[in-house]
């Protein structure tokens, strides 16, 4: 039986990092999200996220094809239900890197996932990281940080809280609340 993870946190706090270390354990898989959002230099589409139109992505909300979704930013994103129930029959941690209000949807429907809050050490390090990540025009990195404070508010609502300072202390963390160390 597969292990589905939730890791959450504001934009900026580490996630795609902290993710992609992780995913060094060959036990460990990302889930592939789909979005409307345009790719960043370098990401591929089917690699860091499925790239699709708005109405091809509303209609995988009719269809039911969606674990759970929601809008950020201005742009949907959404966890594919049938990679989530095959990762499932799996002895595997299936890693879900989402937002809060997917977060909570997922809790909901799925009671035995295991959530994750990463945070940044502080908001004046989480502003300088999405600079340094230099991928979101300056008018979104504002509504990214903004969000920020909204989804910082939920991270009571998660089963664990990880303080993201040093990486490699973050991942060995997360490894130990897995089981995996
Ligand atoms: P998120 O996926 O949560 O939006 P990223 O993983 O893209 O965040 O990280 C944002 C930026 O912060 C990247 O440039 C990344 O290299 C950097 N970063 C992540 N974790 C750390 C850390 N512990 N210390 C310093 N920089 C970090
Ligand atoms: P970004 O545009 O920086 O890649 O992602 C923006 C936010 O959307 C991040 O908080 C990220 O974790 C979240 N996100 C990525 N994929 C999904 C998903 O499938 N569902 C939800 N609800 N959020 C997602």
Not at 11 to 26: A, N, Q, R, W
Not at 81 to 94: F, G, I, P, Q, R
Not at 152 to 175: A, F, G, W
Request: contains cysteine.
């Amino acid at each position: 039986m597969g292990k589905i993870v939730i890791i959450s946190g504001p934009s900026g706090s580490g996630k795609t990092t902290v993710c992609k270390l992780l995913e060094k354990d060959p036990r460990v898989k990302k889930s592939v999200s789909v979005t409307t959002r345009l790719p960043r230099q370098n990401e591929k589409n089917g690699e860091a996220y499925h790239f699709a139109s708005t109405a091809k992505f509303e209609e995988m909300i009719r269809r039911g094809e969606l674990a759970e979704y929601a809008e950020y930013c201005g742009y949907y994103y959404g966890t594919l239900l049938s990679a989530l129930k095959e990762a499932l029959t799996k002895d595997m941690v299936y890693l879900l890197e989402i937002e809060v209000q997917g977060a909570l949807q997922i809790m909901e429907k799925f009671p035995e996932t295991i959530s994750i809050f990463l945070m940044p050490p502080d908001k004046k390090t989480l502003g300088q990281r999405l600079v340094q990540r230099n991928a979101n025009k300056e008018q979104d990195m504002a509504l990214r940080l903004k969000i920020a404070d909204k989804e910082l508010e939920c991270k009571n609502r998660y089963n664990y809280c990880v303080v993201n300072d040093d990486l490699e202390v973050t991942v060995s963390t997360i490894r130990k609340i897995l089981n995996l160390a």
